[in-house]
């Protein structure tokens, strides 16, 4: 049995994998909030017999050596931490310096790579995790990434214009609108349209490049929101990280 991490900006996921190539099950996340949550701490109690722990993350150093000092205690196995390499599992990076990809979009092209190939007709895919930040990756039937952006989460969105303007500080409440008729609606309404309108837009360049509709794949804790806000069809897979990471686990 194998466990597998994933350390993001906000949260925790992991996964258990019976042997290698097995499907993935009890998938569980938590907010970590700079130290390992007390949620995950409690799940992992409860698990035995965990053979191998494979990790990787963009998250704080403090929750990458909390995790590896709670596996080396409880199950007496130190994590294999997962690195951005500059091709593996049939893609290959777009990044001249591989390493200033994110390992967590690294493994997430893996992932949909794999979605692809095993698709009856392949297609390129655009992945967007929205997470702390919301991040684009494009990648083609052949396994090249082509490139991507980044911008700031939703919250991170939200935040930054209350405290770097004179608006009232207030929670903005979510909003499905077009446009509002209230600053907190505006800003709730823009910074859900503002990632989603950005999605939308990589999604005819890539499909105007490949002369194929591509595959839009979308993870991360507000997927959810997005998916609501655009008029494409979108799978939302929540452990696509944690896929990749099996996937590399297993090589």
């Known amino acids: 049995m194998q466990l597998l991490v994933d350390i993001g900006n906000s949260s925790v996921k992991w996964a258990l994998q019976a042997g290698q190539g097995g499907a993935l099950e009890g998938f569980g996340s ?13 799940v992992w109690d409860e698990l035995s ?13 403090a929750v990458k050596d909390a995790v590896t000092q709670v596996c080396t205690s409880r199950f007496a196995r130190t994590p294999r931490w997962i690195r951005t390499q500059a091709q593996a599992q049939g893609i290959r990076i777009a990044y001249p310096v591989p390493e200033r990809l994110g390992v ?31 991040t684009y990756d494009l990648l083609d039937t052949a396994g090249q990434h ?20 004179q608006i009232p ?3 903005p409440v979510d909003a499905d609108l077009p446009w509002a008729t209230d600053t907190g609606e505006a800003i709730a309404a823009a910074s859900i349209q503002a990632p989603a309108a950005l999605l ?3 999604h005819r360049r890539l499909a105007h490049q490949t002369g194929t ?22 799978e939302q897979l929540p452990d696509l990280v944690l896929r990749g990471l099996a996937a590399v686990a297993a090589d």
């Not at 509709?213 to 979108?234: F, N, S, V």
């Open 213 to 234: 509709a591509p595959r839009l794949i979308l993870t991360g804790g507000d997927a959810e929101r997005l998916a609501a806000a655009i008029a494409l069809p979108a």
């Open 30 to 42: 938590a907010l970590h909030n700079g130290a390992l949550p007390l949620d995950l701490l409690a």
């Open 49 to 61: 017999h965990i053979d191998a722990v494979i990790a990787a993350g963009v998250g704080p150093q």
């Open 200 to 202: 939308e837009r990589l």
């Open 146 to 165: 082509l490139g991507g952006l980044i911008l700031p989460g939703i919250r991170m969105m939200r935040t930054s214009l209350l405290t770097g303007t």
């Open 104 to 134: 967590d979009r690294f493994l997430a092209l893996i992932a949909a790579h794999r979605l692809s190939r095993a698709a009856a007709e392949p297609a390129p895919v655009l992945i967007v995790d929205a997470g702390t930040a919301v």
């Open 169 to 171: 500080l207030h929670e």
